[in-house]
């Protein structure tokens, strides 16, 4: 077999270039039609067979081996954010408002980095790979959702999924691994609060939707520390509240939008559950009246005990034990979590922060940016994966 790191040394630069073509032309959710384009297109120049226009704007690349074996689903998200491009950089975005402020610009790039790789060494491993750009992330209900409902997951059928998030919480050179429950399930609820409107002066007159939008909003907060048990992680935060018309106009209505966040279908349920009889009982006492919708985001996201053990032997072996992380759950929602729900699988953090060179905002940051060297670590991952994933029999 022809050495690894060599082979992910030659094809790196070509990476780096995807990569920044990606920020400098972002596209939205469902929007991703020249990132679409690009994709198909390298993946073609590869020998790889591709489908176009899986979930409206989603590609899926398949490498066969025609050697029997496990059939291998690797994933990168490839939508952007509507984020203005704070950064000044050569590749910055070339669109107004829009931006790669997540890093799905680099899981792009990274997988078809994979795909090069793997295409080199097609003779000297066995069974499928299956290539998955997946649009829409960030936008509820996900693209991930509607790839799986069109059959990525089927014919080939696929044994088992990986996929990699960038992670500037973690430094470059670590990677954060977790059997089990590692992002939130995120759920967003609108309350209307139905009041009756009058002047400021005669308050007895009206039934002011503010205050008892206020007394909600106050009441929800309950819900977490008494009604949820203080081991279970749950979240329920109001986002914003809308109302009022002038200074001395009662407002008749009043809107609440927030959002949930839980790991477990229980809590999830018993959140709901109170969050109705709350408003319901508030309103009802100051003789109002109220309208909820409740929509259930992706679920939570459960990783393989399996997998997950053996993404860390691997990750120790290529990083040093020392720098894989047991990675705390966050509140955040993925939607690989779907795949997961399908196959066994794992997602993990990649570290991607580098304080030397200022790469230190968050996600969503108008400013953020990542270690470009952590592409090289995500594809030696994703390619070692693939390479040894019968050891997950094992």
Known sequence: MRDLKELLKEVFPKVVELRRDFHANPELGYQEVRTAEVIAKTLEGLGITVKKNVAKTGVVGLLDTGK????VALRADI?????KD???VEYASRVEGVCHACGHDGHTA?????????????EEFSGKVKFIFQPCEEHLPGGAKFMIEEGV???????????????????????????????AAPDSFAIEILGKGGH???PHQAIDAVVIAAQVVQALQTIVSRSVDPLDPAVVSVGVMQAGYGFNVIADTAKIIGTVRTFKERTRAVIRKRMEEIVKGITSAFNADYR?????????????EKVAEFVKKIAAETLGAENVWEAEPVMGGEDFA?????????FVFLGARNEEKGIVYPHHHPEFDFDEDAMLLGMELMVKYVLRNEEIKN
């Open 79 to 83: 939508d952007a954010l509507p984020v």
């Open 200 to 202: 400021g002066s005669a």
């Open 68 to 71: 029997p074996g496990p059939t």
């Open 292 to 304: 909820i919708e409740y929509t259930e985001g992706y679920p939570a996201l459960i990783n393989d």
């Open 86 to 88: 704070a950064k000044k």
């Open 110 to 122: 990274i997988l078809l980095g994979v795909a090069m790789v793997l295409s080199k060494l097609k």
């Open 153 to 183: 997951l089927e014919d080939p059928r696929v044994d088992n999924i990986f996929g990699l998030h960038l992670w500037t919480n973690y430094p470059i050179g670590k990677v954060g691994v977790k059997a089990g429950a590692l992002m």
């Open 338 to 346: 779907y795949f997961l729900q399908k196959v066994p699988g794992c």
